[in-house]
């Protein structure tokens, strides 16, 4: 497949391109964050920077306005576009793309979710951006992409066919005897709006250090959805150009376009050795990383802790008030010797700056063995509540909520 790069005005360049030419454009453009974004790549020497900065939000949509009514030439009548966006514009930009495409062209207003790890601000924190798909005309291109089914999902809702009844409920359909009808040929669970896409690690091979890197897994998902091997790609803001890695992966062609000629040389260079992370989290799904031992969790029932999911030697952390150091607590397993069990505890809390580390003695017959345990910032309490409370007291680390 031939993936293209070129630099310059996306409004100049699409000019050029004849219309009803392109299946898909990705548009991923500035959010008018009033920002000069920048970030040094692995390298610690390349960096990469772009201005988000506007006069007005008036020149910001005149800016998007005159390069979206291209776009909508050059698609197909096939053709989708999907607009990518956060809160900083995403009301006007709806507003934009209505006013372009007609509101009935608008399909989906699709949210990309991902977890994120700290928020200064004093309102809920950010962690998703919005995507609008709007078609060309109605006779328009989609594939449907398949989730697996959520693990709630029983048996029969999986094997057995459903149709609509006389008033539109949906029920399950039965033959001529009344017996239900099996349909073993499903799929799963069509892609919904809610798209649960992690961000790219910092130390992902994929990552190169570009400000505002989308996950190629993301663009995957959306040319999938609307095209199919040999179709055209248009990404107008291409940056980094994970569109065109993305396309180049899946066999479609692709052209990226942006101003910058250290973007145009990072897109051409990955397109030379086009690379996809592989995303564990994507393929296991979010419930195989809660690890986190129900039998310590529960000899810890009405104390104020975090499950630890993926230590081997600590269980939890107590919520303290902030400024201070950690405590962390690991519950004796069953059969597991006091010794071990401080030493598993020991080891995890090494690098942590706790300010005491518990361990919750959960067989009372190895008493004896706290006068051999060798360490001495492990503190050993019975297993109830209770205990481990009048233990931090005496401690002088504080009282719990």
Not at 71 to 93: E, M, P, W
Not at 263 to 282: D, G, I, N
Not at 320 to 344: C, F, H, K, T, Y
Request: a neutral charge; charged letters at 25%; glycine letters at 6%.
């Amino acid at each position: 497949m031939a993936s293209n790069v070129h630099q310059g005005d996306c409004l100049d360049v699409v000019r050029d391109l004849p219309a009803e030419s392109v299946d898909l454009v990705y548009v991923d453009p500035p959010f008018f964050t009033q920002k000069v974004h920048s970030l040094v790549a692995r390298d610690r020497e390349t960096s990469f920077q772009f201005s988000d900065r506007w006069e007005s939000r008036l020149q910001y949509l005149e800016f998007l306005r005159s390069r979206v009514r291209e776009f909508r030439r050059v698609l197909k009548s096939t053709g989708s576009l999907y607009f990518q966006c956060d809160t900083n514009a995403s009301h006007h930009i709806r507003f934009l793309l209505d006013e372009t495409f007609g509101e009935p062209m608008f399909r989906s207003e699709i949210i990309w979710h991902y977890r994120r790890w700290s928020n200064s601000q004093r309102n809920p924190m950010p962690s998703h951006q919005t995507i609008f798909f709007y078609t060309k005309t109605d006779n328009y291109q989609y594939y449907q992409q398949f989730d697996d089914y959520s693990p709630s999902t029983n048996v029969d809702q999986i094997l057995q066919r459903r149709r609509r009844d006389e008033h539109g409920k949906s029920i399950y359909a039965r033959d001529g005897d009344g017996s239900v009808l099996q349909d073993g040929h499903k799929k799963g669970v069509p892609v919904a709006d809610v798209w649960d896409i992690p961000l790219l690690n910092p130390k992902a091979k994929e990552r190169v250090g570009y400000p505002t890197q989308k996950p190629i897994l993301l663009l995957e998902r959306i040319i999938a959805l609307v095209t199919v091997p040999g179709d055209f790609v248009l990404d107008p803001f291409m940056g980094s150009g994970t569109t065109l890695v993305a396309a180049e992966l899946l066999g479609r062609n692709a052209l990226g376009i942006d101003i910058s000629g250290e973007a145009v040389h990072l897109a051409t260079q990955r397109l030379q050795h086009p690379f996809k992370t592989s995303s564990e989290l994507m393929q296991l799904g979010r419930e195989t990383y809660i690890q986190a031992d129900q039998r310590a969790m529960a000899c810890l029932h009405g104390l104020p802790v975090i499950p630890v999911q993926r230590s081997r030697g600590i269980d939890a952390i107590l919520k303290m008030p902030p400024g201070g150091n950690p405590v962390l607590i690991r519950v004796q397993r069953e059969g597991e010797g006091l010794s071990d069990a401080a030493d598993a505890l020991h080891h995890a809390g090494q690098n942590k700056q706790p300010a005491t580390l518990l361990l919750i003695v959960t067989n009372s017959e190895q008493r004896e063995d706290l006068f051999q345990i060798p360490h001495p910032d492990v503190v050993c309490v019975n297993s109830t509540a209770t205990n481990v409370r009048e233990c931090l007291a005496n401690l002088g680390i504080g009282k719990l909520d």
